[in-house]
């Protein structure tokens, strides 16, 4: 069975940075795109970054230039950089990585979530 284990979670004063990793481990074979959620409370669970097995990235237009997501793949292990982060940005954070077992074809698996609490 493949998991996805996520850190780097906390508190934040407005402004400041923080770092999130999500190593998935298990039978894998293969792990394609990979990507970070996020949903605030009261809201959907929205998109905030992904990164193809190839380096290629897509943001979401409100963390366009403020965060990096970037991947070690001798790891596994995904992350996103978050810099000038705002109260806006106060979230459960979620990862996502489409991985191909020795038994199964492609699917998407999802992290237990991290808190990001950004204070003003």
């Not at 996020?38 to 965060?67: C, H, M, W």
Request: proline fraction near 2%; charged fraction near 15%; glycine fraction near 10%.
């Amino acid at each position: 069975q493949v998991h996805l284990v996520e850190s780097g979670g906390g508190l934040v004063q407005a402004g400041g940075s923080l770092r999130l990793s999500c190593a998935a481990s298990g039978s894998i074979f293969s792990v394609n795109a990979m990507g970070w959620y996020r949903q605030a409370p009261g809201t959907q669970r929205e998109l905030v970054a992904t990164i193809t097995s190839g380096g290629s990235t897509n943001y979401a237009d409100s963390v366009k230039g403020r965060f990096t997501i970037f991947r070690d793949n001798t790891k596994n292990t995904v992350y996103l950089q978050m810099n000038s982060l705002k109260p806006e940005d106060t979230a459960v954070y979620y990862c996502n990585a489409r991985i191909r077992t020795y038994v199964t074809m492609y699917d998407d698996y999802w992290g237990q979530g991290t808190q990001v609490t950004v204070s003003s």
